[in-house]
T-cell receptor, first 110, second 111 residues
Framework: NAGVTQTPKFQVLKTGQSMTLQCAQD?????MSWYRQDPGMGLRLIHY???????DQGEVPNGYNVSRSTTEDFPLRLLSAAPSQTSVYFC?????????FGPGTRLTVT | GESVGLHLPTLSVQEGDNSIINCAYS??????FIWYKQESGKGPQFIID?????DKRQGQRVTVLLNKTVKHLSLQIAATQPGDSAVYFC??????????FGTGTRLTIIP
């Protein structure tokens, strides 16, 4: 199993641009989540999904959209990037046990 | 909202000694706690978890203690090794997918 994969690893955007961060898992996990991690802080939940077709907001959802059309994929969309969205983004998945995190995407918005 | 915090942001320990990393939580309704290890440039990695109906849980070289009276969680790492150098996070869960993470403690192992 590849586990949880994220693309791209690094991305630089200009303010106002849009983009999609990709996340995929091959473990047939029901639950998937997106977090952001800012310097000196823990991870904060952006959006999560408890299964295909079901998504919900986390702690910091503004400026982000998600969809879950398949069990495997959970893309995160930035509609109009802002400098405040500069962060490292982690995707995670789990079944009934522990969460598995992807390697992260480092996003810089200038 | 509720938050999970750590007492110390950094901890330096001699190689071979035991490490104790502490975490305070404020939501008495939390029923599940997890410790994660994050190495530089990587995603968090699960270490050990504990449910609120337990006081102690042991893994390989790690022990988690939960004191619900004072809302305190600790991670003990026995015989620390250079590979234990990382940032350690505690996280709490309220029975859904909403994990709340603490700010982390950076553990440095001194050779």
């Amino acid at each position: 199993n590849a586990g949880v994969t994220q693309t791209p690893k690094f991305q630089v955007l200009k303010t106002g641009q849009s983009m999609t961060l990709q996340c995929a898992q091959d473990m047939n996990h029901e639950y998937m989540s997106w977090y952001r991690q800012d310097p000196g802080m823990g991870l904060r939940l952006i959006h999560y999904s408890v299964g295909a077709g079901i998504t919900d907001q986390g702690e910091v959802p503004n400026g982000y959209n998600v969809s879950r059309s398949t069990t495997e994929d959970f893309p995160l969309r930035l509609l109009s990037a802002a400098p405040s969205q500069t962060s490292v983004y982690f995707c995670a998945s789990r079944s009934t046990g522990e969460q598995y995190f992807g390697p992260g995407t480092r996003l810089t918005v200038t | 909202g509720e938050s999970v915090g750590l007492h110390l942001p950094t901890l330096s320990v001699q190689e071979g000694d035991n490490s104790i990393i502490n975490c305070a939580y404020s939501n008495s309704a939390s029923d599940y706690f997890i410790w994660y290890k994050q190495e530089s440039g990587k995603g968090p990695q699960f270490i050990i978890d504990i449910r609120s109906n337990m006081d102690k849980r042991q893994g390989q070289r790690v022990t988690v203690l939960l004191n619900k009276t004072v809302k305190h969680l600790s991670l003990q790492i026995a015989a620390t090794q250079p590979g234990d150098s990382a940032v350690y996070f505690c996280a709490e869960n309220f029975g859904n997918e909403k994990l709340t993470f603490g700010t982390g403690t950076r553990l440095t192992i001194i050779p």
